[in-house]
Nanobody, 123 residues
Framework: QVQLVESGGGLVQAGGSLRLSCAAS????????MGWFRQAPGKEREFVAS????????YYADAVKGRFTISRDNAKNTVYLQMNNLKPEDTAVYYC????????????????WGQGTQVTVSS
């Protein structure tokens, strides 16, 4: 079992940047592929980015490609989401998720979830 805690959310103006962190505890972090998902009010939770256990493979939703970067530090048991050029439509609760196996883009593939961190982008 792995426990996940997100941090780094907040209020930022359009065009600004934030870096989200997700700290993992419990089972060995490096065996997990990690993902970031987000959920805006009244909408389904959607895929944002994911990264393989080694960090060698990354995947992004089209809406964030070129603006967001996912990375991980296995020595620190942490995965990051660097978000640049933020837009009002990026406003959502951002969730970190983990799964054993390959990184995927499907929410249903991830067994472990954090509580989420709010990101609000003002226009």
């Amino acid at each position: 079992q792995v426990q996940l805690v997100e941090s780094g959310g907040g209020l930022v103006q359009a065009g600004g940047s934030l870096r989200l962190s997700c700290a993992a505890s419990g089972r060995t972090f490096s065996v997990y592929a990690m993902g970031w998902f987000r959920q805006a009010p009244g909408k389904e939770r959607e895929f944002v980015a994911s990264i393989s256990w080694s960090g060698g493979y990354t995947y992004y939703a089209d809406a964030v490609k070129g603006r967001f970067t996912i990375s991980r530090d296995n020595a620190k048991n942490t995965v990051y989401l660097q978000m640049n050029n933020l837009k009002p439509e990026d406003t959502a609760v951002y969730y970190c998720a983990a799964r054993i196996g390959m990184a995927t883009t499907e929410r249903a593939d991830y067994a472990h979830w954090g509580q989420g961190t709010q990101v609000t982008v003002s226009s």
